[in-house]
């Protein structure tokens, strides 16, 4: 998994490709969200568009940023979720760990409410 990140506003968008599955690509992601967080900045949305699949790694990582921002005093929301994946959070039942929306717009927009 590769990621890139832009700002739009006071929100960071981090744009994942590829499997979300651990490792050292993870390790990085949540090394980059901790230095936000250490920067003031807790509003985060996470784009799925180009992730294909997710393991319970992959998952502990997303629940932990959720966890992570949440308890900074910001957020965390995730955008353009596949079936596949939506099906998996249901089938672990975290879909009230998560905000979902269908695009990265709408998952910032949400942060102005």
Same mark, same amino acid.
């Given at each position: #998994?590769?990621?890139?990140?832009?700002?739009?506003?006071?929100?960071?968008?981090?744009?994942?490709?590829?499997?979300? #599955?651990?490792?050292?690509?993870?390790? @990085?992601?949540? =090394?980059?969200?901790?230095?936000?967080?250490?920067?003031?900045?807790?509003?985060?949305?996470?784009?799925?568009?180009?992730?294909?699949?997710?393991?319970?790694?992959?998952?502990?990582?997303?629940? =932990?940023?959720?966890?992570? #921002?949440?308890?900074?005093?910001?957020?965390?929301?995730? @955008?353009?979720?596949?079936?596949?994946?939506?099906?998996?959070?249901?089938?672990?039942?975290?879909?009230?760990?998560?905000?979902?929306?269908?695009?990265?717009?709408? @998952?910032?927009?949400?942060?102005?409410?």
């Amino acid at each position: #998994m590769k990621f890139k990140t832009s700002v739009q506003g006071n929100v960071t968008v981090f744009h994942l490709d590829g499997n979300l #599955m651990g490792g050292p690509d993870a390790t @990085a992601l949540n =090394g980059k969200l901790h230095d936000l967080v250490d920067a003031g900045k807790k509003q985060v949305v996470i784009d799925l568009k180009n992730v294909e699949f997710i393991n319970s790694s992959g998952l502990g990582l997303l629940i =932990g940023s959720a966890s992570l #921002m949440k308890n900074a005093g910001g957020g965390l929301k995730l @955008a353009n979720v596949s079936e596949k994946i939506m099906t998996l959070i249901k089938i672990a039942r975290l879909g009230p760990v998560f905000e979902i929306f269908a695009s990265v717009q709408e @998952a910032v927009a949400g942060f102005k409410k």
